[in-house]
């Protein structure tokens, strides 16, 4: 026995000093252990392989485990990568007839070899498990996890650590295609991988309907209003971020799995794209997306601009065949490819369509795919029935049709799914970028087929499984237990309302409902008939009203001077009132030191506008007298001060135009002399009514882009050059919103006067005093739903008492609720409630705008108010059908798959031994947690029915929300609130039949 002066790293041994063939003979076993020796001052590290120990393959049955014919390995050491660092070994392989090759030796012995011939290096399938589980959760690439190994066999760089950073790489590779084999179950057929079909490894979402494993044999024959539960939820987007550099070839890296999971079959999809790639994609109508229409901002310098992806919009899981590669931005051509590739062939007839811009792709959809001409993507549309919808956070930044057409919120069958599945997709792919843009095709195809597998399996297991809530988002019974009280509650509310009505006005409500359900070229229930007239409305219709009391010889005598209009020149002083504004900004924008062209192109505009404002006056004399009064009493006031203080010119954008309503408003400028009559203010008051409601209507649509903007910018946008274009568009917005928000107070104050000489106040209904803190954005989770804030009620109960209704109202016991709390306790997982500020008066501006004492349009208000209510419970109500249907498809589609993994054993008909057993080993076990994954999924479901049937009355409903409106929280995950935005009225679009 020698010195004990040797001790382990990684033994569980407290430290324990040995001899060193003590250690050799206790580490046989452990032969990639850590050992130092003592030198007399201090440990120093030393190899296992210097000690004398060698590792011997097969014999595993031997208590020694020699060979009485060892083979070395090929050179002077075997290199292994494993857990902890970075290993030289000495190995002898078996040299005994039956040993088999040195590969299957290998893999026997827990190694897998980098190369089938004369390997030198292997990794332990343990690493190559860390690694891969590591790499999922921390998206490290396999350069960081390698240097990590490196570094922990050797932190100081005195040693020399053999490199075989290659090798690892080519083994995860392999390792990720083989693991993702084995889960496909291939390795059970009898021709093994060759035959492997295309999208076949792709986990499947079991939510999802797929004919023939999770719904009904009768399915088709249930009747059409229940067809939505089988209907497939498809989200498309694209993503940026996954772009890849111009390094590599398909030559040199094809990639290990051709089409076999998410990504399409490479070849097959680039012939497509170099077919049609003249194809001439039309113009948006709209608002501009750059993706779209400036592909060439995101593709310069990359072979793939990035890639875009098909999922299922309910649980966020990627489609088989349904991602690819975009060369040139978001072509159609390319996004037809996937949208097509994920459906063609399946049985199913309806499907709901979410892309964030559908309104514009799906126009030409079917006449694209006929032109194509290829088999691969021509859908069979026979019976089918698309809907196509925009996600709901995209929605606000659309023009006002989309905003009608293109509403989750109030489309049947959707309940609250909202569309933007894809979003948090690639909230989990992200953070690959940096290591996949690297990468070569092949390789970034494999590494992110492996990754939305995975994404796809945390989906599955956490469906059922709370402790995965943080992966998987919230469960199916979550969500399950969020949407019942809702549905309850939003019924109620819509019960309470529709009370107080007669049953005919009910009858033609719904009749108006369900029309345009069907078809929405018809009256839309959400809309009011009257919109809000804006001020080039105004003038034409005052022209023509002057037109023809001139055609009748009824016009005022004084209404014409100098062949102009008195209705001209007060729109003429509208416009130059709003260029000296705008001048006023451009002014101060220049600061205290503008450049010489800046005060050049400054000299000349205030000279242009003075010119044009001195001859507007010179016209403005003759119908105005007075005008000519106060600006020489300005001028002699001005005089006076000069005489004892010096005294600027007056800017010309500080000009006084004394418009009828600067008249009015000067003290004393009330006489009859003044030219302002009734008809003359009447004009002005409804040409500031048009302009108050045009300066409301561009802040609402700017404050939309301007949140459409930071989402991008958060969304794509990285690097310091990016974020400077970015902020530098963000700031120009701000600039836009000031200047609309500084015209409309100029204009409120206007009518303030020509409402009180006039007499009328209906403008005060729809039009208030805008303060600083009214200029806001919708909240993000209150987008758009203006029932939903504080005093929503107390509007409704207005609206109410405008009919008559208050007594019948107190009859039935109606009671005033606390809107402070946000939503009551409605079941036991009640939490508590974020309290959210109230929608800014601008996005409730048209609905409120009606005329006060106007029965019609009081009656449209309260079907307005009607309409909404009755979408929010139907989505509700269609919510808990889906989610119950789902959580069955679910339990099914386990059943299904764990009978498919039993059906596989025996196939390959080998004869009773080793292969054949481990074979059957591994579907009996893959079958077993399938049917444990459903036991359980089935035992919570059981559990909460049990839970709800023993609520006692009084917590079953719990207190109600404010009014039925939902309160702060109402929503699941996805639901967002029904929306209004910037004067736009939401509605479905109808239904395509292919």
Sequence with gaps: MGKADHRCRDCFSGGELLCSDCVVERHKQLPFHRIQEWNGKHFKKRSLKDLGLRIQLGHWHEKDRKCPRPEPSAGESFVVVHDHGIHEVGLDYCGCATSGSQTVQLLRGGLYPATTTNPRTAATMSVLRRFHLLSFESKCSAYEFYNSLARESDNTGLEVVKNRYPEFLRMTREWRNIRMLLRAGRPLYPDGVVNTQQGECALLCPACPHPGKNLPPDWMDWPEEKQFLFALFLAMDANFRLKRKDVSTEEKDPGLGHGWAFFCEVLAYMEHVKANWNQVQERSHCVAHDAVDKPDREARGTASSGIAAVDCARHNMKRPMAVGDLQLGERYLNMDYMFFKSIVGTELVRFFVSYDIACQWHINIWTRMMSYRNEAITLDGRGKFMTFLVPKWHLPAHIEECNLRFSFNLTRYVGYTDGEAPERGWAHANPLANSTKEMGPGA??????DHFNDLNHKKIIGLGKKVLTGVAGKTMLERTEDAVPMMVSTAEALRD??????????TEWRAMAEAWEKDADQQNPFASAKKDEHLAQVRRELAEEASERERLGIEEIGAVREDMHVTELIAMGLQLEEQQRVLRFDVAATGLHPTENQRTTMVERNSKMRRKIVAWMDIQRLFFPLVEALRKSEDEARAHTAGTQPVPGVKVHEMALWLPSAL????????DGDGCTTEVLSCEYRMRVGQANEALHDIRRHLLVRTHLYGLKDRYTRGVRANTRSKTRIDLLDERIRRAAAQYRDVWAALGVLGRKLGRTEWQVSLKELAHDDVRAIPRREQGDPSRQAGASKAKTKLKERMGLKEDMRRKGHRKRDTSAGMATTSKRTKKRKVVRPLSWIWLAQV????????????????????????????????????????????????????????????????????????AAYAYRQAALQADLCGHFTKLAEHRNSEDSDTPDDEEGGEEADDGEGGEGSSAEEGDPIEEHAGASLGPIGVDDV
């Design 444 to 449: 970034r195809r494999d590494t992110l087929d």
């Design 497 to 506: 309302l529709e009370d107080p009505f007669a049953e005919e006005t009910l």
């Design 664 to 671: 009015k408003r000067r003290a004393g400028g009330g006489g």
């Design 848 to 919: 409120q705008s009606r005329k006060e004492g106007d029965p019609e349009q009081e009656d449209e208000a309260l079907r307005i108010e009607w309409a909404k209510t009755r979408a929010r419970s139907m989505r509700w109500s269609e919510e808990v059908d889906l989610l119950e249907e789902e959580m069955r498809r679910i339990r099914q589609f386990l059943v299904w798959r764990s009978d498919w993994w039993l059906e596989k054993i025996g196939l390959r008909g080998l004869e009773d031994g080793p292969q054949a057993e481990g074979e």
